[in-house]
């Protein structure tokens, strides 16, 4: 079984919901650059000063996307 992991990007500050849509475009734009097999992006507001974007891979394509994209972190993908 091929795991999905969440690749996740932390952003704070008063714009940080604003540069977190601004980097899930980038990484759209990622995807098809890089023909990722999965196309499952977002962004979350966790409160007005923190946000995050995120990308979900496949774990065997984990290590090429990290090396990358280089996130601030990343968990399983249910």
Do not use: C
């Not at 849509?21 to 000063?49: C, M, P, R, S, Y």
Request: glycine share 4%; proline share 1%; charged share 30%.
């Amino acid at each position: 079984m091929n795991r999905k992991i969440k690749l996740i990007w932390d952003f704070r500050g008063v714009t940080a919901e604003q540069t977190a849509k601004h980097h899930e475009t980038h990484l759209k734009e990622f995807i098809a650059l890089e023909k990722i097999e999965l196309n499952i992006t977002g962004f979350d507001i966790i409160n007005e000063v923190h946000s995050t974007a995120w990308l979900v891979v496949f774990e065997n394509e984990m290590i090429s996307v990290r090396d990358k994209l280089k996130p601030h972190r990343g968990e399983v993908y249910e």
